[in-house]
T-cell receptor, first 112, second 113 residues
Framework: QKEVEQDPGPLSVPEGAIVSLNCTYS??????FMWYRQYSRKGPELLMYTYSSGNKEDGRFTAQVDKSSKYISLFIRDSQPSDSATYLCAMSGGFNAGKSTFGDGTTLTVKP | GAGVSQSPSNKVTEKGKDVELRCDPISGHTALYWYRQSLGQGLEFLIYFQGNSAPDKSGLPSDRFSAERTGGSVSTLTIQRTQQEDSAVYLCASSRGANQPQHFGDGTRLSIL
C-alpha cells in the first residue's frame, strides 16, 4: 500500500463547476501538505502549502486538511479551461523530514 | 531567471552511454531534490541534498545513478551505462529548507535508444 493515495481520474467537468480533488495518507507523522499543478511538459507548480489541520483559501482555491481522518482536499471554484492539468498532492514531516511524498496525480479537464 | 533551471531540456542517447543532467536551484535555497517521472506516473524520489551533503540517497535506483552538489548550489545527476528503462523525465526542485515548499524546474526529458 502506498503512503499517499490519490484517485488518478481522469476527471472531466464543465466550465464553472466546483472541483474536488482528494488524497488519503497513512503516515500520521505528516504535518506539511502541498498541492501542485502540472501542465503537460512542464514541472509541477506549487498551488497551496498548509501546516497541520484546517483550511486555507487563495483565490478560487481552497485546501483542507483533516489529520484525524488522514485526508486532504483541494477545491477549485468557478473552474476554467485553464485549470485543465494534473494535480498532485504532497506531504512531508516526521523521520523523513527532508523529502516530500507525492500522490500519483489526478488529471482534470475543464470543458468550455 | 528566478526559477529552477535544468539542462538539457531534452536528451537522446544510446543505451550504454553515460549522461549528465544539471540543475541550477533558486538562489538561496539550501535544499535540492531530484525526482524521476515516467509517462503518466507520479514523482519517484531519487535524492535530497541539504547544502552539499546528501542525507537521503534512498531513492537512487541502482549504483549506476549518482549525484553531487557543489558550492551549495548547482547539482549534477549522472547516469552511467544507461538502460532503456532509464527513459523518463528527470525533475529537480529546490526549497528554503526541509519541509518548505519545493519549486520545480521543467525537467530533462531523457530518451534511451
Amino acid at each position: 500500500q502506498k503512503e499517499v493515495e490519490q484517485d488518478p481520474g481522469p476527471l472531466s467537468v464543465p466550465e464553472g463547476a466546483i472541483v474536488s480533488l482528494n488524497c488519503t495518507y497513512s503516515n500520521s507523522a505528516f504535518q506539511y501538505f502541498m498541492w501542485y499543478r502540472q501542465y503537460s511538459r512542464k514541472g509541477p507548480e506549487l498551488l497551496m502549502y498548509t501546516y497541520s489541520s484546517g483550511n486555507k483559501e487563495d483565490g478560487r482555491f481552497t485546501a483542507q486538511v483533516d489529520k484525524s481522518s488522514k485526508y486532504i482536499s483541494l477545491f477549485i471554484r468557478d473552474s476554467q479551461p485553464s485549470d485543465s492539468a494534473t494535480y498532485l498532492c504532497a506531504m512531508s514531516g516526521g523521520f523523513n523530514a527532508g523529502k516530500s511524498t507525492f500522490g500519483d496525480g489526478t488529471t482534470l479537464t475543464v470543458k468550455p | 531567471g528566478a526559477g529552477v533551471s535544468q539542462s538539457p531540456s531534452n536528451k537522446v542517447t544510446e543505451k550504454g552511454k553515460d549522461v549528465e543532467l544539471r540543475c541550477d536551484p533558486i538562489s538561496g535555497h539550501t535544499a535540492l531534490y531530484w525526482y524521476r517521472q515516467s509517462l503518466g506516473q507520479g514523482l519517484e524520489f531519487l535524492i535530497y541534498f541539504q547544502g552539499n551533503s546528501a542525507p537521503d540517497k534512498s531513492g537512487l535506483p541502482s549504483d549506476r545513478f549518482s549525484a553531487e552538489r557543489t558550492g551549495g548550489s548547482v547539482s549534477t545527476l549522472t547516469i552511467q551505462r544507461t538502460q532503456q528503462e532509464d527513459s523518463a523525465v528527470y525533475l529537480c526542485a529546490s526549497s528554503r529548507g526541509a519541509n518548505q515548499p519545493q519549486h520545480f524546474g521543467d525537467g530533462t526529458r531523457l530518451s534511451i535508444l
